[in-house]
T-cell receptor, first 113, second 117 residues
Framework: KQEVTQIPAALSVPEGENLVLNCSFT??????LQWFRQDPGKGLTSLLL?????REQTSGRLNASLDKSSGRSTLYIAASQPGDSATYLC????????????FGAGTQVVVTP | GAVVSQHPSRVICKSGTSVKIECRSL??????MFWYRQFPKQSLMLMAT?????????EQGVEKDKFLINHASLTLSTLTVTSAHPEDSSFYIC?????????????FGQGTRLTVV
């Protein structure tokens, strides 16, 4: 069974600290992996997309790594700000999924001023 | 990035009535769209895959007669929750990919908060 797990489920850090969010998946035959941000009651904002052939992607303060062999991806957010408070979701598109995404349960992040 | 517009963002309906939710790709064509459901404090679960011009493909356990999906054009998919009950109250969200750009990221609508009273 293909599963996506995110640890920790919740995280609280003071402003300025770096954030490390983990995502693991059971089947290494992935097409790509995508990180999203979700604010309470809102839709999803795509943060980074990593293709299966890539090792990492960067956008501003965000960096996401991908290790297919170990079934892991990590999202790093440097110098966190209160505005980074949200739930972060990782989603895996498997090679045989016809474009469907399988989501982790998310990590709820709170950055305190 | 590409824009996916979902409407309405919030709806309250009486038990037994039907509700239609629209999902539009505004600046690209999408032969395939996906409908997800999210319960409070839980992650998104795929309900069905909407295919332009053909029948939707439903995930196991999703009632196709209750959740009617129509994908009549390359930019519009609709989800109709028929004979809604309080247990159908949830956050529904659609996503689409740009058909002309192959293996690209998925873009999501703003979601629809459905409350059945």
């Amino acid at each position: 069974k293909q599963e996506v797990t995110q640890i920790p489920a919740a995280l609280s850090v003071p402003e300025g600290e770096n954030l490390v969010l983990n995502c693991s998946f059971t089947d290494s035959a992935i097409y790509n992996l995508q990180w999203f941000r979700q604010d309470p009651g809102k839709g999803l904002t795509s943060l980074l997309l990593i293709q299966s052939s890539q090792r990492e992607q960067t956008s501003g303060r965000l960096n996401a790594s991908l290790d297919k062999s170990s079934g892991r991806s990590t999202l790093y957010i440097a110098a966190s700000q209160p505005g980074d408070s949200a739930t972060y979701l990782c989603a895996v598109r498997y090679a045989d999924s016809w474009g469907k995404l399988q989501f982790g349960a998310g990590t709820q992040v709170v950055v305190t001023p | 990035g590409a824009v996916v517009s979902q409407h309405p963002s919030r709806v309250i309906c009486k038990s037994g009535t039907s509700v239609k939710i629209e999902c539009r790709s505004l600046d690209f064509q999408a032969t395939t769209m996906f409908w997800y459901r999210q319960f409070p404090k839980q992650s998104l679960m795929l309900m069905a895959t909407s295919n332009e011009g053909s029948k939707a493909t439903y995930e196991q356990g999703v009632e196709k007669d209750k959740f009617l999906i129509n994908h009549a054009s390359l930019t519009l998919s609709t989800l109709t929750v028929t004979s809604a009950h309080p247990e159908d109250s949830s956050f529904y969200i659609c996503s689409a990919r740009d058909s002309d750009r192959g293996n690209t990221e998925a873009f999501f609508g703003q979601g629809t908060r459905l409350t059945v009273v």
